[in-house]
């Protein structure tokens, strides 16, 4: 802090006015459906005037006025004019206006059933599935009639009806009283994960290198800045730091999340190398963050056990249904730092932070537990102020680690009936939600799954699974535009610069790993693989170790990569994380069995089992695998979707016949030895369509989102048939990952850094 101020104190005039505008912090441009606040102050001194260049939809005084539904969204330029003693510098600001919602009527609403025990008044939910006159599915509250207590004292069906928001229509909700029931399902994973460093990749493989990129730059990142702002809230002295800057710095209401992070990635990449920086990083942030915990606690106004980069001022907001931006979703902060602690206790074998993550659930269980089941669907219904993350999952996480089941009740403070209900009856009613507001949430309930067994929670998350990755995702796997769920299958419409936030499939890879684990079919890992190469792979800078990610993957003609390095957005957050996690889908096991997902060269050691794995490709059709001791074990190699012929197996250099497959696997037995298997997975350039536009293409190649390099900001247009356009598609002999189509060349999505890009073109017949 001190050498900012000496920074400013020695700077003219005209470095006053820039350090200003790069001070100058709107909140989220990307989303924008509330006022903003213009300042008309800088940080420093200066005179700050505002100009935008749309004021239709933004005044020159920051009103925002969303264009009407149907229009769609509009990129508003907004002009800062700085001034500071006769200097002036200009500072420009992109925001994106989301279209207002469309007012639908309500033409039908599903009728549903309840269970509740014998004695118990039956909980009805909030909301109903609603179908629109568009054609779609959403959900709207709902006022339920008084419930008589001697209709639920035996068994038997009763009904009652409810009265929908907005609609003279009724519900039929059909009351089932039975028995109390002891059982719960069986809710234990079929398959393990290999913990530690029981995997390690090549490191000259693409996915090595991007994680020894991040290693270095979590390496070299100063923990006291990523202490800045809860030291700041604590205590105050921030130790000489710099501030954080972006969605961190400390006028944002966010602050706290990237550290929650920087936690987890710091656990991830000691787990996968066990690097002792790493751990010497974790100790220090753990026990600098026991000491804010400790001091807030003194505090005035501050519950015991409470930690966070602020105040408790935006959790009480909450609970008057304060709206975004004045507050921004301060539960999903917390959500960061207690995933981010807990990964420090599981992954580096911290108590301390174990310790810490306890005093906070305590303090959440004392807050949440006095607020009324109606105020917390009300609060977590918010868009935005109401994200919450994945408190649910960590809350049951912390639950099955110590045991304490109050974690497990407040848990489940966090049902959202607005998403928990559709996903349950299995109506897909996303359109127009928050998608990385709802995908955590999903993954939570499968964690309650996990902890408690009621599989509700189970069909909730697969159903929802089902649902984005059948009618939701462009073709390298993201999903959502501006942040948003589109309606089903609706992909043409959404083709722009905001496609994909990463966040997004961050959290859908995490989901898809979770599902696997509980019921091994072959279609999860075939979605893993398209996100993490075409996706998760290709959101990171791989010509400098700075810490890049890309916040949307755009998707528009003529798009080009922005990756952020010091915004501090939710997906620099995330893509903190992602590139220390490409072992944990590799291989997966059972007591004999051995999973081989996904074709990235690597090394695993399954001791347990006496059996050692040595995983390396040869261009990319051709897999070898080394295996060296081990007792008799089955090993399932999936078959990717992308194999165009039969795939040919030798082991120790003999052809295999008479294959044996079972559920999209290749099947392999015998007493594994000193043994060379070795499998030829043809592929073949193949087309990818999109459900709403049979015209717009992607190029695939094996695993691998083919994108043309191109600066035209129109779509590339063929004209011919599929089979004329493929057989027009010339491979590089030199570089088999680099095609020609008449004059563009195409390569995978992952390679393009700074290069504008196309990965949907057009195919006129």
Avoid at 220 to 245: C, E, H, I, V
Avoid at 291 to 311: D, I, N, P, R, V
């Amino acid at each position: 802090m001190e050498l900012r101020q000496n920074a400013v104190r020695t700077a003219n005039a005209k470095e006053i006015t820039e350090l200003d505008g790069n001070a100058i912090y709107l909140g989220n441009l990307n989303t924008v459906e509330a006022d903003l606040k213009l300042p008309l102050k800088g940080k420093y001194g200066s005179s700050i005037q505002w100009e935008s260049k749309e004021t239709l939809f933004i005044s020159h005084t920051g009103k925002v006025t969303r264009p009407t539904f149907g229009v769609g969204n509009r990129k508003v330029i907004l002009v800062a004019t700085l001034t500071y003693e006769g200097a002036e510098t200009r500072k420009t600001f992109e925001a994106t206006v989301l279209q207002e919602e469309y007012k639908a009527k309500i033409v039908a609403v599903n009728p549903l059933t309840v269970r509740t025990n014998v004695g118990e008044q039956p909980e009805l939910p909030t909301v109903v599935i609603v179908k629109n006159d568009t054609g779609s599915y959403t959900v709207s509250p709902v006022s339920w009639d008084l419930v008589k207590e001697e209709t639920y004292r035996q068994p038997g069906f009763f009904p009652i009806h409810g009265t929908v928001e907005g609609s003279p229509l009724k519900v039929l909700a059909t009351i089932q009283v039975v028995e109390k029931a002891l059982e719960t399902t069986d809710h234990t994973k079929r398959l393990k994960e290999f913990k530690g460093q029981k995997v390690h990749l090549e490191r000259k493989s693409e996915f090595g290198a991007a994680m020894n990129r991040f290693l270095q730059y979590v390496r070299s990142t100063d923990d006291d800045q990523m202490l800045y702002n809860f030291r700041a809230a604590a205590t105050g002295d921030t130790k000489g730091a710099q501030p954080m800057t972006g969605w961190d710095a400390p006028e944002c209401n966010l602050k706290g999340h990237t550290t929650g992070h920087y936690l987890s990635a710091l656990a991830l990449a000691y787990d996968a190398t066990g690097d002792s920086v790493l751990l010497g990083k974790i100790q220090y942030m753990v026990a600098e963050l026991g000491k804010c915990q400790t001091a807030m606690s003194e505090l005035a106004g501050y519950g015991q056990g409470f930690l966070s980069a602020y105040s408790e001022e935006q959790f009480n907001l909450l609970e008057q249904y304060t709206t975004y931006p004045e507050i921004w979703a301060p539960y999903y902060t917390l959500h960061k730092i207690m995933a981010g602690l807990l990964d420090c206790y599981e992954l580096a074998g911290q108590r301390e932070a174990l310790e810490i993550c306890d005093k906070l659930g305590h303090w959440l269980y004392n807050r949440l537990s006095r607020l009324p089941r109606e105020q917390l669907h009300k609060m977590w219904s918010l868009y935005i102020a109401g994200e919450f993350g994945g408190m649910n999952e960590v809350l049951a996480k912390l639950s099955a680690i110590t045991g304490n089941e109050q974690y497990l009740m407040t848990a489940k403070y966090f049902d959202n009936e607005k998403l928990f209900l559709p996903m349950k009856e299995n109506i897909d009613t996303l359109g127009n939600m928050h998608a990385n507001q709802h995908i955590p949430q999903v993954i939570g309930a499968l964690k309650l799954f996990e902890v408690a067994g009621d599989e509700a929670y189970f069909n909730i998350a697969d159903n929802f699974w089902t649902m984005v990755t059948q009618s939701h995702i462009y073709s390298i796997g993201g999903t959502g535009e501006t942040e948003m769920f589109r309606e089903p299958d609706a992909i043409a419409g959404f083709l722009t610069d905001k496609t994909a936030e990463t966040c997004a499939s961050y959290n859908m890879l995490k989901l898809t790993k979770e599902l696997f684990q509980f019921n091994p079919r072959k279609t999860y890992m075939d979605y893993y693989e398209k996100a993490l190469y075409n996706h998760i792979l290709a959101s990171e800078n791989s010509q400098k170790a700075e810490g890049g990610s890309t916040y949307f993957m755009p998707l528009a003609p003529g798009s080009i990569k922005k990756f952020d390095t010091h915004e501090n957005t939710c997906c620099h957050g995330t893509g903190l994380e992602n590139h220390f996690k490409y072992q944990e889908a590799i291989y997966f096991h059972n007591e004999d069995r051995l999973y081989v997902n996904l074709y990235i060269p690597s090394q695993l050691d399954w001791s347990e089992q006496g059996l050692s794995l040595i995983q390396n490709r040869d261009g990319l059709e051709t897999v070898r695998f080394e295996i060296g001791g081990g007792s008799e074990t089955t090993l399932m190699f999936r078959i990717p979707d992308w194999v165009s012929a039969p795939l040919q197996v030798k082991i120790n250099g003999e052809p295999c016949r008479d294959l044996e497959y079972e559920d999209g696997y290749l099947k392999l037995r015998k007493e594994w030895k000193k043994d060379e298997i070795e499998l030829t997975l043809p592929c073949s350039v193949r087309l990818v369509g999109a459900p709403d536009d049979d015209t717009l293409k992607t190029l695939a190649y094996g695993p691998y989102v083919l994108a043309a390099i191109s600066g035209e900001q129109d779509y590339l247009t063929w004209t011919c048939s599929e089979q004329e356009l493929l057989d027009q598609i010339i491979q590089q002999k030199d570089n088999p990952l680099m095609f020609m189509l008449d004059a563009v060349k195409f390569v995978p999505l992952y390679l393009i850094q700074d290069e504008r890009y196309h990965v949907y073109f057009k195919l006129a017949r």
